[in-house]
T-cell receptor, first 113, second 116 residues
């Protein structure tokens, strides 16, 4: 199938700690995997993406890891801040299906001060 | 910074009425998407345009939903008649052509529809 799902619906971390948000996907044909952040009442905001031929990509305070063997994707946020509190979605896209994004259900990250 | 513009932000409508949403993508973005997001779930694609052409509307309930992008720029999504189950956030997104080496799609703030 083409499902993308998340292991944990909620994650609570202390400010300053690192956060790890996980995602499982089922379609090995996906070309890109993307993480989005969505704050309450707003549209999803792009965080970082990774091509299927890579296993790691780093951005500012964020790292995405892709393990194709077990079809697992993770988002690591370093030194988590209160402003990181939001729902995080992983998504996949398959170019031969038009490039549409297929989203998982989301993980709500709560940062405690 | 360029943004995807959507209007209205909020809409309350009665069951069986018609409702329309408007989206203006980022200038130069050939691909435009309409997604529906039910509270607590991830967005689900309704329709995808490449310029003015529909490339995927397989999940669009065509008996009541319609979408157009006549000049390949802004787009309108219409629901007629609205049903209670249509209450959701309607998100518009746009992206460059898909062969640009990135999967980044930019989302608007969405239209929160409540059908009563």
């Amino acid at each position: 199938g083409e499902s993308v799902g998340l292991h944990l619906p909620t994650l609570s971390v202390q400010e300053g700690d690192n956060s790890i948000i996980n995602c499982a996907y089922s379609n090995s044909a996906s070309d890109y995997f993307i993480w989005y952040k969505q704050e309450s009442g707003k549209g999803p905001q792009f965080i970082i993406d990774i091509r299927s031929n890579m296993d790691k990509r780093q951005g500012q305070r964020v790292t995405v890891l892709l393990n194709k063997t077990v079809k697992h994707l993770s988002l690591q946020i370093a030194a988590t801040q209160p402003g990181d509190s939001a729902v995080y979605f992983c998504a996949e896209t398959i170019y031969n299906q038009g490039g549409k994004l297929i989203f998982g259900q989301g993980t709500e990250l709560s940062v405690k001060p | 910074e360029a943004e995807v513009a959507q209007s209205p932000r909020y809409k309350i409508t009665e069951k069986s009425q018609a409702v329309a949403f408007w989206c203006d993508p980022i200038s130069g973005h050939a691909t435009l998407y309409w997604y529906r997001q039910i509270l607590g779930q991830g967005p689900e694609l309704l329709v995808q345009f490449q310029d003015e052409s529909v490339v995927d509307d397989s999940q669009l309930p065509k008996d009541r939903f319609s979408a157009e992008r006549l000049k390949g720029v802004d787009s309108t999504l219409k629901i007629q008649p609205a049903e209670l189950g249509d209450s959701a956030m309607y998100l518009c997104a746009s992206s460059l052509a898909r062969d640009r080496g990135t999967a980044e799609a930019f989302f608007g703030q969405g239209t929160r529809l409540t059908v009563v």
